[in-house]
């Protein structure tokens, strides 16, 4: 088996290594952040193909991560995966793409789609993943990557999982972000999760009951690089927000995140590709807004390329 860099070290990255690792092979993962800086960290995150293409790919992914993440929820602490359930109002089955009709146990009612989703407490989930390689047998450094040929030199194959960083890494053009801005309050006692589409921003409204607290969420900025929270739209998320439960409104505010999800203008890119010094670049870029929710499928295709 050819020794493994992998270039990233959020979820996809993390999981790519993991996978990898599992086949024997020699993994390291370089991440110019750790884990929990990573924008892997910010996340909601519930599994929901969300900002994602290509449509003909995507369904499998997600299907195949939705499979590991139901495992995975036997055992939330350790992993930060749960199951939960909630509804995506105004949501029918008919406007999904075919992987819904997979969903089991999803139910159309008067307000829209009901359904038990995984929901993943990020922080712990990177850890997990992080305790789940070293147990493999790989590695994490902290190293920023200039090019393809520095990993190169010190490994057979080269995996691309660098998110944003991937544009300048990979000269590709075609990466821009898609700001995401949070905010953190006190639980009022919310279990079940709620997301809803906004028709006066195309945002989506959500609410994400977390371990560490509720996630309110959220915004949409294409082509937007402030990592700066807005007071502004943060007070409009929690006014959206605390229409559909109206307890929110009294919450106590315990922080703010933003997020620069890794779109791609062509969707997902998992191909590999000789580098003009030698070596193989394998690319796992690209993931929008759903990188947690096509992970391992990502993974196990783009590991499949990794010989």
Known sequence: MPDVIVVGGGVSGLTTAVVLADRGHRVRVWSRDAAGDTTSAVAGALWWPYRIEPARSVGDWALETLAVHEELAEDPEETGVRMVAGIHLGERLAALDPWAARLRGAVEVAEGLRVTLPLISMPDH???????????????????????????????????????????????GGMRPVRGQL??????????????PDPATGWTTYVFPQP????????????????????????????????????????????????????????????????????????????????????????????LLVG
Do not use: K, M
């Open 126 to 172: 990177l850890a997990w993943l992080e305790r789940r390689l070293l147990t493999a047998g790989g590695t994490v450094e902290r190293r920023t990557v200039s090019g393809f040929a520095e990993a190169a030199a010190e490994a057979s194959v080269v995996v691309d999982c660098a998110g944003l960083g991937a544009g300048a890494l990979a000269s590709d």
């Open 183 to 196: 905010v953190l309050v006190e639980n009022p006692g919310i279990t079940e999760w709620c997301a809803a």
């Open 212 to 303: 560490y607290g509720l996630v309110l969420g959220g915004t949409a900025q294409d082509d937007d690089w402030s990592t700066e929270p807005d007071p502004r739209i943060a007070a409009g998320i929690v006014a959206r927000c605390a229409r559909i439960r109206p307890e929110i409104a009294g919450a106590r505010v315990l922080g703010h995140r933003v997020g620069l999800r890794p779109a791609r203008d062509a969707g997902v890119r998992i191909e590999a590709e000789d580098l003009p010094g030698g070596g193989r670049v394998v690319h796992n870029y690209g993931h929008g807004g759903a990188g947690v929710t096509v992970a391992w499928g990502c993974a196990r295709e783009a590991a």
